[in-house]
């Protein structure tokens, strides 16, 4: 078997990133149309990814966030995205590196993808931001315009085996 030089499955991954960062993007700009939705699937302690202190005591190893009905202030830039969700009633501020997802499900047509940590990424200098520690989470003004509208109820955390073939 010959040596992949071109490393393919790494150019594989990123383009598969992209997807996800381009949906975010969309969701960010022009909402989330029709029955549309996300289940995002990271890693809590992958270097760069920042959450409140009681959200990583809950999940400290993996998370799955879903934004649907009640998210605000999606933000995507190059290397992470940005989103407030509410967990119990308590606004909570997540900053995720696309670098930590490791699943993106939109259940609404089917389509996801998986993938591996990118380790590599968040090993290079200015590739990702790399906290000594988790900063604190600031809190968004009560008054923030959602990106959807908003409905009662805390986020939902779910597992992305119900969407697997078995």
């Known amino acids: 078997m010959s040596l992949d030089l071109f490393q393919y499955d790494k150019m594989m991954e990123r383009a598969m990133r992209t997807v996800v960062r381009e949906a975010l993007t ?38 799955t966030i879903v934004l649907q009905h009640q998210f605000w202030g999606l933000a995507v830039q190059r290397e992470s995205f940005e989103v407030t969700l509410s967990f119990s009633g308590v606004q909570e501020r997540l900053v995720i590196p696309f670098a930590a997802i490791t699943g993106f499900v939109d259940p609404s047509v089917k389509f996801g993808l998986q993938f591996k940590p990118d380790l590599e990424s968040a090993e290079k200098p200015g590739v990702l931001p790399v906290p000594a520690a988790r900063p604190p989470v600031t809190q968004p003004a009560p008054s923030a315009t959602p990106a959807q509208p908003a409905h009662e109820g805390p986020a939902e955390v779910v597992a992305l085996d119900a969407f697997r073939k078995k």
Do not use: C, N, Q
């Open 26 to 63: 969309k969701a960010a700009t022009d909402g989330l149309p029709g029955p549309h939705h996300f289940y995002i699937s990271f890693r809590t302690s992958f270097p760069g990814v920042r959450l409140s202190d009681a959200l990583h005591a809950r999940f400290p190893e993996d998370m």
